[in-house]
């Protein structure tokens, strides 16, 4: 079983829906990552948090520790958000310094117009 | 700010060949990272360095690769000898540790294909 889970997969949408994407982890965490892969395979960081809230214009996420749970929501959701989502985490364990993330497989994300 | 640089962007090479992958980070930070990506594993860490110092390579696969990083603004990935399951887009990404988990800034890829 990996470290680190998400769901769906795969999702598709239409123009203007609401979009949450899931990430479940099993171990101790420091910090979880949220990043996003376009088409032409660039990745972005979107956010980096270890609790709480983040809101970055559509985009929010939301971590639980308790639970091992985060989520990325895109309100308004617009073609251009098309992508793929991938989950990170730094292990809770790690020495202070040591940056090693590890990577859920990615939700495929594609909003029709 | 350019942000980080890989070169090359595509690389086709034949299985046996010697394969090296060239990254610059971003100005100003002090570790860089070099990752994997494939279809069947996904994005995998493969080496780390802070303040130029290799942290935690126990994703190298193998000893056909090898990482260096001479100085705050270049590193390498070598490959030899590479085989066709070594085909994958790597990726370098760069960041500025002062506390921990800070934001990766990630460059382009390399695309590689070994034949």
């Known amino acids: 079983k990996n470290e680190v889970e998400q769901s769906p997969q795969n999702l598709t949408a239409q123009e203007g829906e609401f979009i949450t994407i899931n990430c479940s982890y099993s171990?101790?965490?420091?910090?979880l990552h949220w990043l996003q892969q376009h088409p032409g395979g660039g990745i972005v960081s979107l956010f980096m948090l270890s609790s709480g809230k983040k809101k970055h214009g559509r985009l929010i996420a939301t971590i639980n520790i308790q639970e091992k749970h985060s989520s990325l929501h895109i309100t308004a959701s617009h073609p251009r958000d098309s992508a793929v989502y991938i989950c990170a985490v730094r292990l809770a364990q790690t020495l202070f310094g040591n940056e090693k993330l590890t990577f859920g497989t990615g939700t495929r994300l594609t909003i029709i117009p | 700010d350019a942000g980080v640089i890989q070169s090359p962007r595509h690389e086709v090479t034949e299985m046996g060949q010697e394969v090296t992958l060239r990254c610059k980070p971003i100005s100003g930070h002090n570790s860089l990272f070099w990752y994997r990506q494939t279809m069947m594993r996904g994005l995998e860490l493969l080496i780390y360095f802070n303040n130029n110092v290799p942290i935690d390579d126990s994703g190298m696969p193998e000893d056909r690769f090898s990482a260096k990083m001479p100085n705050a603004s270049f590193s390498t990935l070598k490959i030899q000898p590479s085989e066709p399951r070594d085909s994958a887009v790597y990726f370098c990404?760069?960041?500025?540790?002062?506390?921990?988990?800070?934001?990766?800034?990630f460059g382009p890829g390399t695309r590689l294909l070994v034949l």
């Open positions: 990404a760069s960041s500025l540790v002062r506390d921990r988990g800070e934001t990766q800034y």
């Open positions: 171990v101790g965490i420091s910090a």
